[in-house]
């Protein structure tokens, strides 16, 4: 399987400044043939399900403010958060489907305001 | 709009069974892949099983593998997920989720609200 481990844990960061969440995978998640990254970005607000911010490392889901962006490729990622907003607020995912069928998930990192 | 909802969770005893179902909505359904993730409350997301459009294919977690059974009624627009012998640690809420390629395993763009699983004697 491969494993996804998010960096860090948990971060608090101001109002109007910026997040970065890391994601590493024990192996490349870049598709040769196509020059894809199969990699996803979920948020979770409290109480509710996931919601699925970023796709192929870097494509924003529509509606999906561009205050979220993703980068990286291979096995390093990342999630940037900027302007931070109070309803940022939430643990966030990050997910391998290179791997099928055996799609695994990063644990998690909380995300609050300082 | 597209729409998951999920039903059939509930409190069974160890060694029980339940049957979830998920009713899509919004979309073509027949078109799109679906799986089962799961998470106990307050840890991470792990994911459960899938199906591919038509129901020729089916994967399983190595946890569940043996015990749970997804299908689909693409006549019914609904995704099933039979779970068997369940034991304490299958304990979670069950998400029915969308994969966001056409015809392929991918990403997971749409979530249900999720259906609570609690096995316990």
């Known amino acids: 399987d491969i494993v996804m481990t998010q960096s860090p844990d948990s971060l608090a960061v101001s109002l109007g400044e910026t997040a970065t969440i890391n994601c590493k995978s024990s192996?490349?998640?870049?598709?040769?043939?196509?020059?894809?990254?199969?990699l996803a970005w979920y948020q979770q607000r409290p109480g509710q399900s996931p919601k699925l911010l970023i796709y192929w490392a870097s494509a924003r889901e529509p509606g999906v403010p561009d205050r979220f962006s993703g980068s990286g490729s291979g096995t390093h990622f990342t999630l940037t958060i900027s302007n931070l907003q109070a309803e940022d607020v939430a643990v966030y995912y990050c997910h391998q489907y290179y791997d099928t069928p055996l799609h695994t998930f990063g644990q998690g990192t909380k995300l609050e305001i300082k | 709009e597209v729409q998951l909802v999920e039903s059939g969770g509930g409190l069974v005893q160890p060694g029980g069974s339940l049957r979830l179902s998920c009713a899509a909505s919004?979309?073509?359904?027949?078109?799109?892949?679906m799986d089962w993730v799961r998470q106990v409350p307050g840890k991470g997301l792990v994911w459960v099983s899938r199906?591919?459009?038509?129901?020729?294919?089916?994967d399983y977690a190595e946890s569940v593998k043996g015990r749970f059974t997804i299908s689909r009624d693409n006549a019914e627009n609904t995704v099933f997920l039979q779970m068997n012998s369940l034991r304490v640690e299958d304990t979670a809420i069950y998400y029915c989720?969308?994969?966001?390629?056409?015809?392929?395993?991918?990403?997971?763009?749409?979530w249900g609200q999720g259906t609570l699983v609690t096995v316990s004697s």
């Open positions: 989720v969308r994969n966001g390629l056409l015809y392929s395993s991918s990403w997971y763009d749409n």
């Open positions: 199906i591919n459009t038509d129901g020729t294919t089916t």
């Open positions: 919004g979309f073509t359904f027949s078109q799109y892949w």
């Open positions: 192996q490349s998640l870049l598709y040769s043939s196509n020059n894809r990254n199969y």
